[in-house]
Nanobody
Framework: QVQLVESGGGLVQPGGSLRLSCAAS???????MGWYRQAPGKERELVAA???????NYADSVKGRFTISRDNAENTVYLQMNSLKPEDTAVYYC???????????????WGQGTQVTVSS
């Protein structure tokens, strides 16, 4: 199974930018990949996804501000975050996903994530 390590988080001011990286221990060439986040007291939510062919989709809350991309040769997925807002504050995770039995989304094991804090 692919193991993933997120990095690039930190403290930024509202309106600032961050670029998150997700480094995989194995090939992601044939994998659908996504970025997720979890704020305190809330459930994990999808932020952005990119299929193995490069198709993308975004949560409405980040559309136009965030961009997901992938570098298959480097086995790395990125999340460029611009115009950050305080409500973007969360732990950000990346993961591979696929559709399993009963049309359920399946994931690899979750990593530690990287903290993003947007505050003045």
């Amino acid at each position: 199974q692919v193991q993933l390590v997120e990095s690039g988080g930190g403290l930024v001011q509202p309106g600032g930018s961050l670029r998150l990286s997700c480094a995989a221990s194995g090939s992601i060439f044939s994998r659908n990949m996504g970025w997720y986040r979890q704020a305190p007291g809330k459930e994990r939510e999808l932020v952005a996804a990119i299929t193995r062919t490069g198709s993308t989709n975004y949560a409405d809350s980040v559309k136009g501000r965030f961009t997901i991309s992938r570098d298959n040769a480097e086995n790395t997925v990125y999340l460029q975050m611009n115009s950050l807002k305080p409500e973007d504050t969360a732990v950000y995770y990346c993961n591979a996903y696929w559709i399993g039995d009963w049309d359920r989304r399946r994931y690899e094991d979750w990593g530690q994530g990287t903290q993003v804090t947007v505050s003045s």
